[in-house]
C-alpha cells in the first residue's frame, strides 16, 4: 500500500548538517529518476560541475560548470556547445568562443555547410540558404579558406556567390580570378540603376587618372 512520509525540517543525505530543505552530499551520482518501461536519467556532481546524463546512460548531456557555463554533449561525450557565463560568448563546436557566436565546423580541408536556414513547404522543411566555408590549400598549415552563399530552388540550394582566400568575390563561379569575377554560361550583366532625374556613375582609377561613365 502506499505510504507517506513528513519531515519538519532540513533532510540531509550524505551529510549530518543539511543547509536546506534537501541537502545531498555526494561526490557522483546524486540523484536518479526511473519509470517503469521508460528511460533511466541521473543527476551528477562531478568535481567540474552538474550534470544530468543521456537518457539509460552514465554519458553527460548537459549541465552547469563550476565556472557557471552551461554545456551541451555529444554522443562522443565531448561538448558540441557552450554558453560561456564570464563573457556572454556562445560557442558551437568550441569551448572557448571568442565573439557572441563562434561556430566551429570541425573540417580541416573540404566543404562543408555552416549555417542553413530553413523554410516549412507544404508540411515539409526544407533548406532555403545555406553559409559555408571551403578550406583548401592543405587546410589548416596554410589556414586558408572561402567562404560561399547558396540559396534554393525547389528545396536543393547551390551556390550563387562566393568570397576566396584572396579577397575575389565570384557571382556564377566558384574560382574567381578577380576582384569581382561574374561568369553566366549566357550572358553575363551587371546593373546599376539610378532613379528618375537622378545618374548612374561608374568609375574606372588608378594612382594616375580616372574616367568617369556617367548616363543621365
Known amino acids: 500500500s502506499a505510504s507517506e512520509g513528513f519531515f519538519d525540517g ?23 529518476f526511473t519509470r517503469s518501461s521508460q528511460e533511466t536519467y541521473r543527476v551528477l556532481h562531478g568535481t567540474s560541475g552538474l550534470y544530468f546524463t543521456r537518457p ?40 572557448s568562443p571568442t565573439t557572441k557566436l563562434a561556430i566551429q565546423s570541425g573540417i580541416s580541408a573540404s566543404s562543408a555547410d555552416v549555417i542553413t536556414l530553413l523554410q516549412e513547404t507544404n508540411g515539409a522543411e526544407k533548406a532555403a540558404a545555406t553559409i559555408g566555408i571551403s578550406i583548401g590549400n592543405s587546410g589548416a598549415s596554410t589556414n586558408a579558406s572561402d567562404l560561399w ?16 582566400a584572396s579577397g575575389n568575390v565570384g557571382i556564377g563561379t566558384t574560382s574567381p580570378d578577380f576582384q569581382l569575377d561574374i561568369e553566366n554560361s549566357s550572358n553575363a550583366i551587371a546593373r546599376l ?24
Open 56 to 95: 539509460d546512460s552514465a554519458a553527460l548531456g548537459f549541465g552547469i560548470t563550476q565556472n557557471s557555463d552551461f554545456d551541451i554533449f555529444d554522443t562522443s561525450a565531448n561538448v558540441m556547445f557552450r554558453a560561456d557565463a564570464s563573457t556572454g560568448n556562445v560557442g558551437i563546436g568550441t569551448t
Open 193 to 216: 540603376h539610378a532613379g528618375t532625374n537622378a545618374s548612374a556613375s561608374l568609375r574606372l582609377q588608378n594612382d594616375a587618372q580616372h574616367f568617369d561613365l556617367n548616363l543621365q
Open 10 to 32: 532540513d533532510v540531509g543525505i550524505g551529510t549530518n548538517s543539511p543547509a536546506s530543505k534537501l541537502h545531498i552530499d555526494s561526490t557522483g551520482e546524486a540523484l536518479r
Open 149 to 164: 552563399f547558396a540559396t534554393a530552388t525547389g528545396g536543393s540550394t547551390s551556390e550563387k556567390m562566393r568570397i576566396n
